[in-house]
């Protein structure tokens, strides 16, 4: 399983939905993102599920958003969260 | 573009909703350029008898109406997170009824023997203005959860809408076809509410949402961000009350003045505290657009409280301009190439151009430059009465305008171009 993993928490807007997008349209069946951001990244959301990818997102006691997203449903993000 | 409700494909307006508001802007301020440059007058001779009402209403509704108009269309769906239905028929419906309208009104400024000019102008301008009120506020309004930005933007548009009857009330006056007793208090509470309720109230209420998110800053303090719109907008209220009445009112202004410049000191600590300081001129013209407020209310502050020379007045409008300006120029800079890197990219693109490739960093400071070299040319203008600095302030204001202009071109041209050369990718 490829992780492909984004620290978007000190970027400036728009660069983690430009990155995030970047890696979404080359992202291969074996591969998810894991992303960090200091905000729900509501854009990337809707953008992942129409274009049918699947995604997770939690955020944890440090008000930290993870945002997990796969093209494989066969992936269970949950088990790769890492809070 | 903004975080609360999502920019989805299908909320998102066609850029050319936006763009057509930002080109127009542009123009008008070419155009004003050109009038003063005709005229042969700068900024201190002008601003008297009814040029300074038409220099007005250039700048505040052909500049800045039209570049909040266009920002507003793009960002009122997200932040409502409701779409509005066919955006582009109805921003030209808007745009249409409100250029006919402001050049009707120019004219009936500029030659005032034609009353029924200042009756056409009201019915145009009023229906378009009105009209665009409508479709935002109806949006506004349904929002269950208000943030502070969506709060604050009720409280701006309630005060250009306020601006806008009033101004129908000065106009019909105008044209003879109402008594007009009350016009100099209309008048007075119509420029209030349009200076500190419109606009400033709008600026206040975008950057809470864009100052945090754009240049990743720390939060504005809660009961800033919770409070600060309403309680400028219930001041500007009383205040009216009190113009309307013939009571004493400059106790409000103070407080206004004061907490006009706490916010925007606020906002120039916040920009000094961004977590990744890089070299970006869009934070410049924040800088500056703070610095120019402080400097505007701190006048209008210290002229309650001793008598300022007529220059020096003139001054704090200059910089109220420059304010306002300087703040425009730093969210079309961050707009424009955003929506087209987004919307290309969203159409499936794959060479659709980055941010940088569209409005490159250079481009916007050197626009900086030529700003604040046209904000200094207009402070010389008025405490130097010569005609060098009147000419080659507004020589820089076509310049600032017409280095805009084509920044849209060239923005709109890679947009087509991009659809029309470069590979879709389905993805």
Same mark, same amino acid.
Not at chain 2, 67 to 85: D, E, N
């Given at each position: 399983?490829?992780?492909?993993?984004?620290?978007?928490?000190?970027?400036?807007?728009?660069?983690?939905?430009?990155?995030?997008?970047?890696? !979404?349209?080359?992202?291969?069946d074996e591969a998810y993102l894991y992303m960090l951001n200091i905000r729900k990244p509501v854009p990337l959301l809707e953008i992942a599920k129409e274009k049918g990818f699947f995604s997770l997102v939690v955020q944890d006691s440090n008000e930290i958003w993870h945002?997990?997203?796969?093209?494989?449903?066969?992936?269970?993000?949950?088990?790769? =969260?890492?809070? | 573009?903004?975080?609360? &409700?999502?920019?989805?494909?299908?909320?998102?307006?066609?850029?050319? +909703?936006?763009?057509?508001?930002?080109?127009?802007?542009?123009?008008?301020?070419?155009?004003?350029?050109?009038?003063?440059?005709?005229?042969?007058?700068?900024?201190?001779? /002008?601003?008297?008898?009814?040029?300074?009402?038409? #220099?007005?209403?250039?700048?505040?509704?052909?500049?800045?109406?039209?570049?909040?108009?266009?920002?507003?269309?793009?960002?009122?769906? +997200?932040?409502? &997170?409701?779409?509005?239905?066919?955006?582009?028929?109805?921003?030209?419906?808007?745009?249409?009824?409100? +250029?006919?309208?402001?050049?009707?009104?120019? $004219?009936?400024?500029?030659?005032?023997?034609?009353?029924?000019?200042?009756?056409?102008?009201?019915?145009?301008?009023?229906?378009?203005?009105?009209?665009?009120?409508?479709?935002?506020?109806?949006?506004?309004?349904?929002?269950?959860?208000?943030?502070?930005?969506?709060? &604050?933007?009720?409280?701006?548009?309630?005060?250009?809408?306020?601006?806008? #009857?009033?101004?129908?009330?000065?106009?019909?006056?105008?044209?003879?076809?109402l008594d007009g007793l009350l016009f100099l208090r209309v008048k007075e509470i119509h420029y209030s509410f349009a200076l500190f309720g419109w606009i400033s109230l709008l600026i206040i209420s975008v950057s809470f949402q864009v100052i945090e998110m754009f240049y990743?800053?720390?939060?504005?303090?809660?009961?800033?961000?919770?409070?600060?719109?309403?309680?400028?907008?219930?001041? =500007?209220?009383?205040? /009216?009350?009190?113009?309307?009445?013939?009571?004493?009112?400059?106790? #409000?202004?103070?407080?206004?003045?004061?907490?006009?410049?706490?916010?925007?000191?606020?906002? #120039?600590?916040?920009?000094?505290?961004?977590?990744?300081?890089?070299?970006?001129?869009?934070?410049?013209?924040?800088?500056?657009?703070?610095? !120019?407020?402080?400097?505007?209310?701190?006048?209008?502050?210290?002229?309650?409280?001793?008598?300022? @020379?007529?220059?020096?007045?003139?001054?704090?409008?200059?910089?109220?301009?420059?304010?306002?300006?300087?703040?425009?120029?730093?969210?079309?800079?961050?707009?424009?190439?955003? =929506?087209?890197?987004?919307?290309?990219?969203?159409?499936?693109?794959?060479?659709?151009?980055?941010?940088?490739?569209?409005?490159?960093?250079?481009?916007?400071?050197?626009?900086?430059?030529?700003?604040?070299?046209?904000?200094?040319?207009?402070?010389?203008?008025?405490?130097?009465? !010569?005609?060098?600095?009147? !000419? =080659?302030?507004? +020589?820089?204001?076509?310049?600032?305008?017409?280095?805009?202009?084509? @920044?849209?071109?060239?923005?709109?041209?890679?947009?087509?171009?991009?659809?029309? $050369?470069?590979?879709?990718?389905?993805?």
């Open positions: 399983m490829d992780k492909i993993f984004l620290d978007a928490r000190e970027m400036e807007h728009p660069e983690p939905l430009q990155s995030s997008l970047f890696h !979404l349209k080359s992202m291969s945002i997990l997203i796969s093209k494989n449903s066969e992936i269970r993000l949950e088990e790769l =969260l890492d809070v | 573009m903004f975080n609360q &409700g999502g920019l989805s494909l299908e909320q998102a307006p066609p850029i050319s +909703v936006v763009l057509r508001f930002f080109v127009t802007a542009s123009i008008f301020g070419i155009l004003l350029g050109i009038f003063l440059i005709v005229d042969g007058l700068g900024l201190s001779s /002008s601003l008297t008898g009814n040029k300074s009402v038409l #220099i007005t209403h250039i700048l505040a509704l052909g500049v800045m109406a039209s570049f909040m108009l266009g920002s507003l269309f793009q960002m009122l769906p +997200v932040i409502a &997170g409701v779409v509005i239905a066919m955006p582009t028929q109805k921003a030209t419906v808007v745009h249409l009824l409100f +250029v006919v309208g402001l050049f009707i009104q120019l $004219y009936a400024f500029a030659d005032s023997s034609i009353p029924l000019l200042y009756f056409l102008a009201s019915a145009y301008l009023g229906i378009g203005l009105l009209y665009a009120l409508y479709l935002m506020l109806k949006e506004l309004i349904q929002i269950k959860d208000h943030s502070s930005s969506s709060k &604050g933007m009720i409280f701006s548009l309630v005060s250009f809408l306020l601006t806008i #009857i009033l101004g129908i009330y000065l106009l019909l006056s105008l044209g003879g076809y990743v800053t720390p939060k504005y303090p809660i009961w800033m961000s919770t409070y600060l719109t309403m309680g400028i907008f219930t001041l =500007l209220f009383f205040k /009216s009350m009190a113009i309307f009445m013939a009571f004493e009112f400059q106790f #409000i202004t103070v407080i206004l003045t004061v907490l006009f410049m706490l916010y925007a000191g606020t906002t #120039i600590h916040r920009l000094y505290r961004r977590k990744r300081p890089t070299s970006d001129a869009t934070v410049w013209f924040w800088r500056l657009g703070m610095g !120019l407020f402080i400097t505007s209310m701190l006048i209008t502050l210290l002229d309650v409280f001793t008598e300022i @020379n007529l220059e020096v007045k003139m001054f704090s409008y200059l910089a109220f301009i420059g304010f306002v300006l300087s703040i425009i120029f730093a969210m079309t800079y961050k707009i424009v190439p955003f =929506l087209t890197w987004f919307h290309l990219s969203n159409q499936g693109y794959i060479e659709a151009p980055m941010m940088h490739d569209i409005v490159h960093p250079k481009t916007v400071k050197k626009h900086f430059y030529i700003h604040g070299t046209m904000l200094i040319s207009f402070g010389f203008s008025l405490f130097f009465d !010569l005609i060098f600095f009147d !000419l =080659l302030s507004a +020589v820089l204001l076509l310049l600032s305008f017409g280095w805009l202009l084509y @920044n849209l071109i060239f923005a709109i041209k890679k947009y087509h171009y991009t659809q029309k $050369y470069t590979e879709r990718f389905e993805w």
